[in-house]
């Protein structure tokens, strides 16, 4: 058998690239707090998603958690259960309340018809999620949050580089939240980013992730720790100078996919949406088994024994993980249940080869034929 084909896989500069781009901080020994490296590629990443300022962390969760903390958040939030473990967490960690708002069928973002029905004089914010860069309702979302008065935090952690209406996605919502974890399109190995607007809530991020120390014998608020370090801000600048390629070579093995299962009955595949520049961070299909004749767990098993790494993503939904349960019910928004039960994101990265993505299809096609 070959290697095994992992759902994801990291990119990485070249060795001797990396190498140059860390030397001098065996001259600095400059590793962390704020150094030469992360004011480079916080600058750059500035100018690269188009927003008006934009911090560092230590990761995407830290980027969501101290987020909600800036904002001094209190009462209940509204968010999507059709998401990674980190934005409800975040919700919870802050003290806050997660109200679950269904999703829609089409793209899997949070159903902004449903937002206005679950706010109560306790809402306090909406945090809706970007899903596989599929882009959230943006004008609705804005327009309901401005109606309630009501604080948006978008995590925008399968977002990172894409355009909307010809704007950076991070420029939406009081802020987005980026994630730079190995698996995404753009990493630092680990990180994160905030984009925002407001200076009052860039110098609450600042005190939130250093400790609310402004000098040597000055600390001026209660703060925790979530700095990007110089040899994570160091691969981040390495790769963004290949990352318009990185997408570009993503983009070959998503239309191959398209290719061979676009029109496959009881296949769905992720929509294509107007107005956004994708950075085809995903590549998820939807499986109906009464149509397909197989369903999604026998996909992801089949794959398995041929040595081929989907993901059920997201499955569970956040609202049914076993330390949420007696708290949230998931029957409460059951598009997104019914979605988690039937979603199989396939292997996508930028030096997939084309015949494995064949292959990969093949083994999908062929097993169902044999039902």
Request: net charge negative; hydrophobic share 40%.
């Amino acid at each position: 058998m070959a290697d095994k084909i992992l759902v994801t896989r990291s990119s990485m500069p070249p060795l001797e690239e990396y190498i140059d781009e860390i030397r001098d901080i065996w001259d600095t020994h400059r590793l962390t707090n704020m150094g030469p490296k992360h004011k480079a590629l916080q600058k750059k990443l500035q100018e690269y998603l188009g927003v008006e300022q934009v911090d560092l962390l230590t990761n995407g969760h830290m980027a969501l958690e101290l987020s909600m903390q800036a904002l001094q958040l209190q009462g209940e939030v509204i968010t999507t259960p059709f998401t990674f473990a980190s934005t409800t967490h975040a919700i919870v960690r802050n003290g806050l309340t997660p109200v679950f708002c269904d999703i829609n069928p089409d793209d899997f973002t949070i159903d902004v018809t449903k937002i206005e029905e679950l706010i109560t004089d306790r809402t306090c914010a909406i945090v809706p999620v970007h899903v596989y860069g599929n882009i959230c309702d943006i004008a609705e979302i804005d327009r309901i949050a401005e109606k309630y008065h009501l604080k948006v935090i978008y995590d925008a952690a399968h977002a990172f580089g894409e355009r909307y209406k010809d704007r950076g996605v991070g420029n939406f919502g009081d802020v987005s939240c980026f994630s730079f974890h190995a698996t995404k399109v753009f990493h630092t190995i680990e990180g994160g980013a905030v984009c925002f607007h407001d200076n009052a809530f860039g110098n609450s991020i600042r005190d939130l992730k250093n400790f609310g120390i402004h000098g040597p014998e000055i600390v001026e608020a209660v703060g925790a720790n979530a700095k990007m370090n110089e040899f994570c801000a160091a691969m981040g600048l390495c790769n963004l100078r290949y990352l318009e390629a990185e997408i570009a070579k993503r983009k070959v093995v998503a239309e191959r996919y398209r290719e061979r299962l676009n029109h496959i009955d009881g296949i769905r595949l992720n929509p294509e949406q107007m107005d956004v520049i994708p950075n085809y961070a995903y590549f998820p299909v939807v499986f109906d088994k009464n149509v397909f004749k197989a369903d999604r767990d026998e996909v992801f098993d089949e794959l398995e024994r041929h040595g081929i790494g989907a993901r059920k993503y997201f499955y569970p939904i956040t609202n049914d993980f076993k330390c949420f349960q007696g708290i949230y019910d998931a029957a409460e928004t059951p598009i997104a249940l019914d979605i988690s039960r039937r979603i199989l994101t396939l292997p996508l990265y930028a030096d997939l080869a084309l015949e494995d993505v064949d292959r990969i299809c093949d083994i999908i096609l062929n097993y169902a034929k044999r039902l």
